[in-house]
């Protein structure tokens, strides 16, 4: 079983019981004491590190000319919950993780929150397993690998049309909801962004937070053309 995850790490571990030790959640270990079972809460401390550092490190490398403040938000990106539970999906890595029955039975496989932390805990456990190689290779082929020119899945175009726009003084940015529509289980939310009154971007999404992203990359591409390319 535990091959196939092997496979999607592109890793084999010698030591297996590391490998259990980083798909173990507290809630198993709570339900089951009398194995004496370790969560991966330690893990998941020590992988938390090495993520930041790898992924740090590329960055610094890849891109000479960015400053430190851009940097930082794009590691932010690459390492937050939602990257890393994206990263847990490509693997399956939820469907291998030793849960208890109410945490199971309530969608801890697929909550994001679970599955990101078993990413930083079998992160942890290669590095233990095969050394620092063994780690960054995981990195560089889950969670580096599609980074589209320094602009990772969840790139915040708001913060970005907001640094531009501040180039000049008295700037206003003002985001509207223009609409609603879908049921409530499925809604989907307009927004247009506003330059000092001027409307400069329009978009949509699941979420308003989505919606007012998805405008402001609008607004970016019209008002800056070519600002984030390289």
Do not use: W
Not at 43 to 51: A, Q
Request: hydrophobic share 35%; glycine share 10%; charged share 25%.
């Amino acid at each position: 079983m535990l091959s196939e995850l092997e496979r999607g790490l592109g890793y084999t571990f010698r030591d297996k019981s590391l490998l259990k030790n980083a798909l173990t959640h507290s809630s198993y270990a709570n339900e089951n004491r009398e194995q004496h079972l370790a969560d991966n809460e330690r893990l998941e401390f020590l992988g938390d590190s090495i993520l930041g550092f790898v992924v740090a490190d590329c960055l610094y490398r890849k891109f000479p000319d960015k400053p430190e403040g851009e940097l930082t938000r794009i590691r932010a990106d690459l390492v937050c919950e939602r990257n890393l539970a994206h990263a847990a999906a490509a693997i399956r890595l939820g469907s291998f993780l030793l849960l208890g029955h109410g945490e199971d039975q309530g969608g801890g496989r697929e909550r994001d929150s679970i599955v990101s932390d078993a990413m930083e805990s079998v992160i942890a456990a290669s590095y233990m397993d095969g050394g620092f190689a063994a780690a960054k290779g995981i990195i560089e082929r889950l969670i580096l690998s599609d980074m589209p020119a320094g602009r990772p899945h969840n790139f915040d175009y708001k913060t970005a049309l907001q640094e531009l726009v501040q180039r000049k003084k008295d700037q206003v940015l003002h985001y509207e909801l223009t609409g609603e529509s879908g049921p409530d289980h499925d809604k989907q939310f307009s927004v247009r962004v506003l330059l000092n009154g001027q409307p400069c971007g329009a978009g949509s999404g699941s979420s308003k937070k989505r919606a007012e992203q998805a405008a402001a990359e609008a607004a970016i591409e019209t008002l800056f053309p070519g600002a984030l390319d390289g």
